[in-house]
C-alpha cells in the first residue's frame, strides 16, 4: 500500500478520483499475483468502484505493434510464454500459455516482449516497444470496453510449487 500511496502523491490524484481500479492477473509469480489482486480488490471494495484483471501477457504484447511472443518470468531459468497476433489493432492469442527455457527465447520466429528487467540470452528477436508494462495497462484499461469479461481472478498456467511439491494435495 505504501507503493499505492507513492503513485498516487506523484501522480496527483486523489484516491476518489479514480473511475474503476486494474491490475494484471497473471501468469507469473503466484504471490505477486495474488498480492496484486487483493490489493487491487481492497482498494476498488473502499472507493465502491469496479475492479478488473488483465492478463499479463496480454498487457505486455500491448506494448509492441506487431505479432510477437509475450513473456513473463517463471521460475528458475522459465518463462511464460504465448504467441499473439493483431486483429483490428489489438493482440490476440495465437495459442496456449507455454512455460519455456528463458534461454530458447534466442531461436524464436516471432520478436519477444517482457518486462523491464528480465535479461533476454543474446540473439533474442527482441520486439520494438511502445512504452512500460504499467503504460500499457493504463492506455488498454482507458480504450478498452471493461465489463465482466475482465475478471480480477489470478490467472495460473502451473500449480503453485507447493500444492505439486505434495503431489496436488
Do not use: K, N
Not at 77 to 95: K, T
Not at 97 to 118: K, M, N
Amino acid at each position: 500500500m505504501a507503493a499505492v500511496d507513492l503513485l498516487f502523491r506523484a501522480s496527483g490524484l486523489e484516491a476518489r478520483e479514480l473511475g474503476a481500479v486494474v491490475a494484471t492477473r497473471g501468469p507469473g509469480s503466484f504471490t505477486g499475483i495474488r498480492v496484486a489482486l487483493a490489493t487491487a480488490q481492497g482498494l476498488a471494495t473502499a472507493l465502491q468502484i469496479d475492479c478488473y484483471g488483465i492478463p499479463s501477457l496480454l498487457v505486455q504484447a500491448l506494448r509492441t505493434d506487431g505479432h510477437c511472443v509475450a513473456v513473463q518470468p517463471a521460475r528458475r531459468g522459465l518463462v511464460y510464454a504465448q504467441r499473439f497476433g493483431r486483429s483490428a489493432g489489438l493482440p490476440e492469442p495465437r495459442g496456449p500459455i507455454e512455460i519455456r527455457p528463458l534461454a530458447a527465447l534466442a531461436d524464436s520466429a516471432w520478436p519477444v516482449v517482457g518486462p523491464a528487467g528480465l535479461h533476454f540470452p543474446p540473439g533474442t528477436p527482441l520486439a520494438a516497444t511502445t512504452g512500460s508494462t504499467a503504460e500499457a495497462l493504463l492506455a488498454f484499461a482507458r480504450s478498452a470496453a471493461l465489463d465482466g469479461s475482465w475478471p480480477a481472478v489470478p490467472l495460473y498456467a502451473e500449480e503453485p510449487g507447493a500444492v505439486a511439491a505434495l503431489g496436488g494435495a
